[in-house]
């Protein structure tokens, strides 16, 4: 009986499925002995050339199978790379967030040293200054007492009784004729100024004519009597003037200190701050000298006087070596 090669396909193809390349070559080989004893040659062939194919489509099988492991085993490889450079991506940003963080921490730190420092040099200078106001106002009190001692001194002399003074008043009268007392005659007085106007021009007059006394006088009555007149603070300032141009120099530092509460913001406070840094020098103080200068310079730094000041502190103040 022949075999229907149609049938016998169909359950080869089936066979491979199920058996696989090993039960399929022994199923060939079986196939191949039966046929040889019941089919014909067409069949034959048939069979051999559907074997053929099998065998070159398991090698094409077996060949994607390879590259795909091949593949797969490079897709491995790019995973581990990714994730390698994730990590080390990660650990990048984290040191570049702390990297980050430190730089705001020193930026941090910088502002609160130059704060800090700020108020160091602000504090320092505050110490400075007060420390120089200081040292003048115990100055300016020591020339006070000073001159309160002197004027002491003087008002002893003054109020003391001299020998010749203790004559009998009744040693002078002379006796009168006839028993007649004379009427007692007077020089008459020297007609006083009572116009303020008056009183200050006298008293320049005698400034300018060197009665540095006589117009102190004059100054000082114009600024007692008439304390609001449009002359009384350069009257003020005058006084010690005539105390300076007489070379009383503590005279002159208090002087020109009454001048300075009474009018501060006078034109010819600078003028006074200047005589008083002289006046100190001139007394052998160039220390309290150089403070009252040096406090002219920082108050009115574009002033004239500051100018003389600074020429002053040139010459009282050791040269640097060069």
């Known amino acids: 009986m022949g075999i229907n090669f149609t049938t016998l396909t169909k359950f080869f193809k089936k066979l491979k499925m199920t058996a696989g390349d090993s039960g399929l070559l022994v199923f060939s080989l079986s196939l191949i002995f039966l046929l040889n004893a019941c089919a014909t040659t067409s069949d034959i062939e048939n069979v051999r050339s559907e074997i053929r194919n099998t065998k070159i489509a398991a090698l094409h099988q077996q060949k994607d199978i390879s590259e795909l492991k091949e593949r797969v085993s490079e897709l491995s490889k790019d995973v581990n790379l990714l994730r390698e450079t994730a990590v080390k991506e990660n650990a990048f940003g984290a040191v570049k967030e702390s990297q980050g963080s430190i730089l705001a921490q ?160 006078n034109d010819r406070v600078r003028m006074a701050m200047l005589k008083q840094g002289y006046s100190f020098i001139e007394l052998g103080d160039k220390k309290t000298g150089k403070v009252i200068l040096e406090k002219l310079i920082e108050r009115y730094p574009r002033s004239s006087e500051t100018e003389l000041a600074k020429k002053k502190l040139s010459e009282i103040l050791p040269r640097k070596k060069r």
């Open 106 to 265: 020193i930026s941090d730190l910088n502002r609160e040293v130059q704060s800090l420092k700020g108020r160091l040099d602000e504090g320092r200078h505050v110490s400075d200054k007060g420390m120089k106001e200081l040292l003048t106002e115990r100055e300016l009190q020591n020339a006070k007492i000073a001159a309160i001692e002197k004027e002491l001194q003087e008002l002893k002399k003054k109020t003391a009784v001299q020998p010749d003074e203790k004559k009998d008043a009744s040693q002078d009268i002379k006796p009168a004729k006839d028993g007649v007392q004379p009427l007692e005659t007077k020089t008459p007085d020297k007609p006083e100024a009572k116009d303020p106007q008056k009183i200050f021009e006298v008293a320049q007059t005698d400034f300018k004519e060197k009665k540095f006394a006589e117009a102190r006088l004059s100054y000082e009555r114009l600024t007692r009597e008439f304390p609001k007149h449009q002359h009384a603070p350069l009257s003020q300032f005058m006084i010690g003037e005539t105390y300076y141009s007489e070379k009383k120099y503590e005279d002159a530092i208090l002087s020109y200190e009454t001048f300075i509460k009474k009018h501060p913001t």
